[in-house]
């Protein structure tokens, strides 16, 4: 039996024959999109194809080089080095002088280094090959930019609910019959899939392969397939994509979703210490002085996680972004320490003004050291009142408290604060 007569996967029998059959990602493939334009002009440019497992890169590139009589050269950076590169391009070279083009689809092309992206360069340049790489990682971050500014890059989309229906329904016309699976199953299985379409349908022909004649439940999927983990890595694009949505509900005080984010990324194998320390930070950044008391929530939940570990210890982690979330926001902390150190580097190696350094000499006390200060405590209200800044110096104001939380209070006392050295600093004029 020969390979093109050979057993064939459900995914691989219902790959696309043509652009129009192409499941999802209408932004590109529908009425006005990159794609459509390219294949209506027959003309394809070098591309990238940037996206989530099982959502067509590989499919799509393929029928591109269809619609524009390119011949078809797919290699994955996995697997390939230099001496297969060198093969392509040498039989990309041949075509070219009978007058055919090539298109090289080249899987996973984030993981070839950067001298080896850099290799591509003079082949696309001259147009020797039309160059798609896919990609689940930023290109932003993974692609030479050399090589990033001569493509341009498409985002696909994770397929929803309606498009794996789709191809649940494109499986069941294939193989002739409804999958045995009862209807919570059905959804059970898209759920599973996490928007990955070939994830999907080796689901689907396992189910038709090993359910015989009994219609399978939720719980009878379960047993009989592996579930899919989430597609989480974390050090790369989708770990810096669920702390920034992360990050992001707790500042925008949403205790709901600032819940499901963490519960997203501690189901995908995150270490807690990571996001207790996001809590940390965002217990100084975006709460500040308008709750003290974040601070010390968020470092409990971690001495809390130390002690108890997972799972136990993961409901302080919980406790404290419900505390974080709810807590009144203030960033005025945080923008006075960016603030001051701006002007302290502006400002250099001023000293400070002569009554408030001390004089442990008598040659010191004799240059003004400590001349003239005012020991707050004996003061009524406890402020004198005295400029603290260098003489060479107009005062800054750095700290802006908010109208929320602890820092109401706060301002209320700094405008006291400054109407004693107002008081003061009319004092001393009066008395020039």
């Not at 090289?104 to 290799?119: M, T, Y």
């Not at 059905?186 to 396992?206: H, I, P, Q, W, Y």
């Not at 109208?403 to 209320?412: A, L, M, N």
Request: hydrophobic share 40%.
């Amino acid at each position: 039996m020969d390979a093109a007569s050979g057993p064939r996967p459900l995914a691989d029998r219902l790959r696309p024959k043509d652009i129009s059959e192409v499941v999802g990602q209408e932004h590109l493939l529908g009425e006005g999109g990159s794609l459509a334009r390219m294949v209506a002009s027959g003309r394809i440019s070098s591309l990238i194809l940037w996206g989530p497992p099982g959502t067509g890169k590989t499919t799509i590139a393929r029928l591109l080089a269809n619609h524009a009589d390119l011949a078809f050269e797919q290699i994955s950076a996995i697997f390939s080095g230099v001496a297969d590169l060198k093969k392509v391009f040498e039989a990309a070279k041949m075509r070219r002088m009978s007058g055919r083009g090539t298109l090289l689809f080249v899987d996973e092309i984030h993981r070839f280094n950067r001298s080896q992206q850099d290799g591509f360069l003079p082949y696309v340049e001259d147009g020797t090959i039309t160059l798609i790489g896919a990609t689940t990682e930023n290109p932003s971050f993974e692609i030479n930019s050399a090589l990033l500014s001569r493509m341009q890059v498409l985002v696909l989309n994770r397929h929803d609910d309606s498009m794996l229906e789709e191809l649940i329904s494109r499986a069941e016309d294939e193989v002739g019959k409804p999958l045995p699976v009862d209807e919570q199953a059905r959804e059970s299985l898209k759920v599973m899939a996490d928007g990955d379409g070939r994830f999907l349908l080796n689901c689907v022909e396992t189910v038709f392969d090993l359910a015989g004649e009994d219609v399978l439940s939720t719980k009878d999927i379960g047993k009989l397939l592996q579930k899919r983990a989430p597609s989480y890595d974390k050090d790369r694009d989708g770990h810096y994509n669920l702390i920034s949505a992360f990050h992001k509900s707790m500042r925008g005080s949403d205790v709901d979703g600032a819940l499901y984010w963490m519960a997203r990324m501690l189901t995908a194998g995150e270490d807690p210490l990571y996001i207790i320390r996001r809590l940390v930070r965002i217990a100084s950044e975006d709460i500040g002085m308008a709750d003290p008391e974040a601070i010390h929530q968020a470092l409990a939940a971690k001495d809390a996680y130390e002690f108890l570990g997972s799972p136990e210890g993961e409901g302080q982690i919980a406790q404290a972004v419900i505390y974080l979330a709810s807590a009144p926001k203030s960033n005025a902390a945080y923008l006075a320490e960016k603030a001051s150190k701006a002007v302290a580097k502006q400002t250099g190696s001023l000293m400070p003004p002569a009554h408030i350094l001390n004089a442990p000499t008598k040659m010191m006390a004799e240059m003004g050291y400590g001349a003239g200060y005012i020991y707050d405590h004996d003061v009524e209200g406890g402020i004198s009142g005295q400029n603290f800044f260098p003489e060479d110096m107009e005062r800054q104001t750095f700290y802006n408290p908010v109208e929320r939380g602890f820092e109401r209070d706060i301002q209320k006392r700094m405008a006291y604060f400054a109407k004693v050295r107002e008081e003061h600093a009319a004092k001393l004029k009066k008395n020039k």
